[in-house]
């Protein structure tokens, strides 16, 4: 099982944990005042703050949450203080890490990431060390059922989309960024159920992990850094086998 489809899998059962809930939203809102900041506040001009609001709808942001992220982005509240930045790092096993951040103070959240690779038996690295492993992608899940993969292809690959496959008990339409929208919005109008969707950045190759140990550090190091505040994303190239991911339940 690749790394971003396990990890995808993992996160959307967290997501759904109301103790996770909050800090999910936090992380949101992060994304959608940098989006407002960077592109204005309107949502049919600016595709970033569209897909960062379709986001913070899939778990069922208030509204009210959402429209002060986006006054906070437009500089209508105070706030909107956000840098970017790509951290990248190898976990155990050369697994190549790479994390979105967004943060008020780097001085503080450079050490934290890098203690969290240590603490797993992983090593934070310099710009550029794994980056150019993985390619931004729209990526838009629908349920299984919603309809057959004859009928999916058609209407996604019409709409630009560059593939469809089944990722566990989900369809997975990936695309370029810029083309999401229109992929949404075809599907939509097919009456076909998304999901959810989002921009992630998919390896362009993979690392076995048949050890468990091995195995079970890599993910721990994942969920370590998805669980900080200030990531907003985090994508590996590691493949495990369902030999390994039985052993670790």
Same mark, same amino acid.
């Given at each position: 099982?690749?790394?971003?489809?396990?990890?995808?899998?993992?996160?959307?059962?967290?997501?759904?944990?109301?103790?996770?809930?909050?800090?999910?939203?936090?992380?949101?809102?992060?994304?959608?005042?940098?989006?407002?900041?960077?592109?204005?506040?309107?949502?049919?001009?600016?595709?970033?703050?569209? *897909?960062?609001?379709?986001?913070?709808?899939?778990?069922?942001?208030?509204?009210?949450?959402?429209?002060?992220?986006?006054?906070?982005?437009?500089?209508?509240?105070?706030?909107?203080?956000?840098?970017?930045?790509? *951290?990248?790092? *190898?976990?155990?096993?050369?697994?190549?890490?790479?994390?979105?951040?967004?943060?008020?103070?780097?001085?503080?959240?450079?050490?934290?990431?890098?203690?969290?690779?240590?603490?797993?038996?992983?090593?934070?690295?310099?710009?550029?060390?794994?980056? *150019?492993?993985?390619?931004?992608?729209?990526?838009?899940?629908?349920?299984?059922?919603?309809?057959?993969?004859?009928?999916?292809?058609?209407?996604?690959?019409?709409?630009?989309?560059?593939?469809?496959?089944?990722?566990?008990?989900?369809?997975?339409?990936?695309?370029?960024?810029?083309?999401?929208?229109?992929?949404?919005?075809?599907?939509?109008?097919?009456?076909?159920?998304?999901?959810?969707?989002?921009?992630?950045?998919?390896?362009?190759?993979?690392?076995?992990?048949?050890?468990?140990?091995?195995?079970?550090?890599?993910?721990?190091?994942?969920?370590?850094?998805?669980?900080?505040?200030?990531?907003?994303?985090?994508?590996?190239?590691?493949?495990?086998?369902?030999?390994?991911?039985?052993?670790?339940?």
């Amino acid at each position: 099982m690749a790394g971003h489809s396990h990890w995808a899998n993992i996160a959307r059962k967290k997501s759904l944990i109301d103790a996770k809930r909050g800090k999910l939203w936090s992380k949101l809102a992060k994304a959608i005042i940098v989006a407002a900041k960077h592109g204005g506040g309107d949502p049919d001009a600016n595709l970033r703050l569209r *897909y960062a609001i379709d986001a913070a709808k899939a778990v069922s942001m208030p509204k009210d949450n959402i429209q002060r992220a986006i006054r906070t982005g437009t500089g209508e509240l105070k706030g909107g203080d956000l840098e970017e930045s790509l *951290y990248e790092g *190898y976990g155990a096993g050369g697994v190549a890490v790479l994390c979105e951040i967004l943060t008020d103070n780097k001085n503080r959240t450079a050490p934290e990431i890098r203690k969290i690779f240590e603490l797993c038996g992983g090593k934070l690295g310099g710009t550029g060390c794994v980056a *150019y492993l993985f390619e931004r992608k729209g990526l838009v899940r629908l349920p299984q059922a919603a309809c057959d993969e004859d009928r999916l292809m058609e209407v996604a690959l019409e709409a630009g989309a560059d593939d469809v496959k089944l990722g566990g008990d989900r369809w997975e339409v990936t695309c370029e960024p810029s083309v999401m929208a229109a992929v949404v919005d075809a599907l939509a109008t097919a009456g076909l159920t998304v999901e959810s969707n989002e921009i992630v950045r998919i390896p362009t190759n993979t690392v076995d992990v048949d050890d468990v140990d091995t195995a079970r550090r890599v993910l721990d190091l994942v969920e370590r850094l998805d669980d900080h505040d200030d990531v907003q994303s985090v994508s590996a190239n590691f493949s495990i086998p369902d030999e390994a991911l039985a052993q670790l339940g």
